[in-house]
């Protein structure tokens, strides 16, 4: 099963369209990290949780000075990216995972370093793929999700919207 290891903006964005549940039904192990849990709201780090306790959705906890370690090496070492960005790049690296996330810089470092690197539409694609949604469903929470995240690339967000939709 393919390890995924999502960044807190991910996890936000799910939120918001209301498809964690959905999400955390993917066959990929997911993860995410200590650090990133504290990067959501109360509302979001809730439902979060909920996953969290049903198994759903792994939290990686750097307890170990060696992981510690290399966390704040990738964060010495790269200019504008967080603990936490670090945290899930670190990870991606050390599990051989798939780091999921909408972040530019750290997509950018984490691809440098060998990481397979995906984001939200990818998620959307699998969901899709997977069955999990109705294409038409999709096409609706992604088209809403182009309003709430405008850094997407717009036009692969509305060639999903026009084959999904029909």
Avoid at 20 to 39: G, H, K, R, W
Avoid at 133 to 138: N, Q, V
Avoid at 140 to 151: C, F
């Amino acid at each position: 099963m393919r390890v995924v290891i999502n960044d807190a903006n991910i996890l936000i964005d799910l939120a918001h369209l209301e498809m964690l549940t959905v999400f955390s039904e993917l066959n990929f192990e997911l993860y995410t990290t200590d650090f990133i849990l504290e990067e959501l709201n109360p509302t979001q780090r809730a439902l979060v949780d909920s996953l969290v306790i049903d198994e759903k959705i792994i939290v990686l906890e750097t307890n170990e000075t060696e992981d510690f370690i290399g966390i704040t090496n990738l964060l010495e070492n790269t200019n504008g990216l967080s603990f936490e960005d670090c945290s899930v790049w670190y990870y991606s690296k050390k599990m051989n995972g798939t780091l999921l996330t909408g972040d530019a810089k750290l997509r950018k470092h984490a691809q440098n370093d060998s990481v397979e690197v995906r984001g939200i539409i990818f998620i959307f694609d699998e969901i899709v793929r997977q069955n999990l949604l109705l294409p038409s469903e999709a096409a609706i929470k992604i088209d809403q999700l182009k309003h709430i995240n405008s850094r997407l690339p717009k036009n692969e967000i509305e060639k999903r919207i026009r084959i999904w939709g029909d």
